[in-house]
């Protein structure tokens, strides 16, 4: 009966219970007074009899309702109910609170889908997939929430990756000139985009100096194919004429060789007129001494002949004497005169014989003289043979001395002239080959062409890979910036409080900037430019991190990380027109303004010899370089 009371009813029972028991002692006290201390002890003990099966009865719902919280706080345990039995107000309490357990039921288990959907939405994402959605609706407010922003987020990361697809699909086709936006994602997505610019900048460049040179190595290819083809023709012609060159030094050796045994026979023979000579001089000497021999003979009949015609004188003055001396004497003296006749006729017979003998001596002394003068003559003139002949000796000697190494070097000559018509056959057989060559590189240099052709790029990058070492390095610089950005994001995760990153003078880029700082391309706007972004970088990613650490509002640190995006593609260009300066510094291209969307203009380029240096620093191979990058 007290079960279908409420606990104000049984509350009230209490005190109606007390009234009615104190009546009804009162009466019986009136009645019965001797009775009035036993009916009061009676009413008492009745009273709290009914106060305790009250307070029982609430004490039963009370526990029933705590047993289902211990319950519900032991398991969370959504799916519990608690006991409902009376009528009280905890009964009431009970039944609003398994209503509001089963919208919590409720609520759980939508939730419970929503997890399990989520658990299978970041499955697929952790395999690569951000076009799938969380489908399932959430019980509460607050995972609803988060659900829309998750399906939110999943639908701008699918925006961006079919973004990043179209690019990566137009740079896949050739494409380096494709336009996209970089500043509208921030973080590690934003550089993500950041980095595809800078591939298909740094790409096109190579694709833009590939293009230049391409016509100057088609060229140049055609002119050494062409100067091949001349070089093989006149390589075999040489060959040729070096066959018959050969052949008339085969013919020529043939001659020296027969010139040198002749000289050898010139020269005996010399040898033996130099000893006829010296025996015809040894006769001459002999002959003018006996020409001498004879001119002292003659010179001795001279004296001699003289010796006559001087006795032949004094006998005719004898003779005159003894004929005077007869005539003196008469007739004695006739026969005495007749003898002094007869001596004179004696003396001027011998005085004409003498005479005669003398004329004789004379002309043989004179002809003597001759004779001594021709053989002196012959003995000077046989001086001469001899020492023209043992000239002429000498001369024969050498000419077969001449001839000898004439052979010899007649010899070394026909070798060496078979060994360069070796070498000038090989030289031939290689002309061929590098004519074949040459016809090989100009179809390469065709295709390279071809394939350039075949691309589309941002013409300006012609205007900027005149410095092959500078596009290589500030490409490298760009990446390094992009690198420093979003390993400074990563660490976000890890570090508690905020760190300081590297200023705009330290990192590769400062330090780059200050090793060419002093160069004539570095005094223009587009140098101040690189300055001020690359200062910025620096600066917002250090705001970043200290709002983001200090709690700052999520869309403040959108606004600061698409700022860093912005002057991080600042940079990119700046760095760009710095090159475009460098350049037109080198007068080497002329700038131009539109997108290349056919064949690339050619322009040969002599690429100017670097006079970058890259500056010295330690690169580290662990990521946390970029972190103080």
């Known amino acids: 009966m007290l079960d279908n009371l409420t606990i104000k009813q049984k509350l009230r029972l209490i005190p109606i219970s007390a009234v009615f028991l104190m009546i009804i002692s009162a009466v019986v006290f009136a009645i019965y007074p001797r009775f009035a201390l036993v009916t009061f002890i009676g009413t008492i003990g009745l009273l709290l009899i009914f106060a305790r099966t009250i307070s029982l009865t609430i004490l039963k719902s009370i526990n029933e309702f705590h047993k289902g919280f211990e319950i519900i706080n032991s398991s969370s345990n959504t799916e519990h109910r608690l006991d409902i039995s009376g009528n009280d107000e905890i009964v009431e309490v009970s039944k609003l609170f398994n209503t509001y357990m089963e919208k919590l039921d409720t609520i759980a288990n939508k939730d419970k889908e929503a997890i399990e959907d989520i658990a299978n939405v970041a499955k697929m994402m952790a395999v690569g997939f951000v076009s799938v959605r969380i489908k399932s609706e959430a019980g509460s407010p607050g995972l609803q929430q988060a659900v829309e922003g998750f399906n939110t987020a999943l639908g701008e990361m699918e925006k961006a990756t079919i973004e990043i697809s179209r690019v990566m699909s137009a740079l896949g086709t050739s494409n ?54 001349d ?34 026979e010139m020269a005996s023979l010399a040898r033996e007129t130099q000893t006829a000579a010296n025996d015809g001089k040894a006769l001459a000497d002999t002959t003018v001494s006996a020409m001498h021999e004879i001119s002292r003979a003659t010179q001795s009949i001279n004296d001699a002949v003289n010796i006559i015609e001087n006795i032949a004188f ?73 020492q023209k002949i043992m000239m002429t000796t000498q001369l024969v000697q ?96 890890e570090s508690i409080s905020a760190w300081t990153v590297t200023n705009e003078t330290q990192c590769d880029l400062g330090k780059w900037i200050q090793a060419h700082n002093n160069e004539s391309y570095a005094k223009g706007p587009e140098w101040k430019d690189l ?32 700022e860093i995006e912005t002057d991080t593609t600042k ?27 056919h064949a690339p203009r050619h322009t040969a380029i002599v690429s100017k010899q670097s006079t ?5 620093s330690s690169f580290k191979k662990d990521d946390t370089i970029w972190e103080n990058f």
């Open 314 to 386: 004094q006998t005719n003055i004898l003779s005159l004497n003894a004929a005077v001396e007869a005539a003196t004497a008469g007739d004695a003296g006739k026969g005495f005169a007749v003898v002094a006749q007869e001596v004179r006729n004696l003396a001027n017979r011998s005085a004409d014989a003498a005479q005669q003998i003398k004329l004789l001596a004379e002309l043989a002394n004179t002809k003597s003289t001759d004779g001594l003068q021709v053989s002196e003559n012959m003995m000077k003139g046989l001086d001469v043979i001899n």
């Open 176 to 229: 380096y000139a494709v336009e996209f936006e970089t500043g509208k994602y921030s973080g590690e997505l934003g550089g993500m985009m950041t980095s595809l610019q800078g591939l298909s900048e740094s790409v096109g460049d190579f694709m833009a100096l590939l293009s230049i040179n391409g016509l100057a190595l088609n060229q140049g290819a055609s002119t050494l194919s062409n100067a091949s083809n």
């Open 231 to 264: 070089l093989s023709a006149s390589s075999n012609t040489q060959a040729s004429s070096l066959e018959e060159t050969a052949a008339a030094i085969e013919e020529l050796t043939s001659n020296i060789a027969a010139n040198s045994q002749k000289a050898t």
């Open 531 to 562: 300055l001020t972004h690359h200062a910025h970088v620096h600066q917002k990613v250090q705001e970043f991190i200290n709002r983001e650490k200090s709690g700052g509002r999520p869309e403040e640190l959108e606004r600061i990380a698409k």
């Open 398 to 493: 050498d000419v077969a001395n001449g001839s000898r190494e004439q052979m010899a070097g007649i010899n070394q000559i026909n070798s060496a002239v078979a060994q360069l018509d070796q070498m000038t056959q090989q030289n031939a057989s290689l002309a061929n080959d590098v004519s074949h060559l040459s016809e090989d590189i100009l179809g390469m240099s065709q295709s390279l062409s071809d394939t350039a052709a075949k691309t589309k790029y941002r013409t300006e990058s012609e205007n900027r890979v005149c410095r092959i070492d500078m596009m290589f390095e500030t490409n490298k610089l760009k990446f390094d910036h992009v690198n420093f950005k979003n390993n400074n994001f990563g660490k976000l995760k």
């Open 612 to 616: 970058f240096s890259t500056p010295k």
């Open 571 to 597: 940079v990119f260009a700046s760095l760009n027109k710095v090159r475009v300066a460098a350049c037109m510094e080198d007068q080497q291209i002329i700038p131009t303004k539109n997108v290349h969307t």
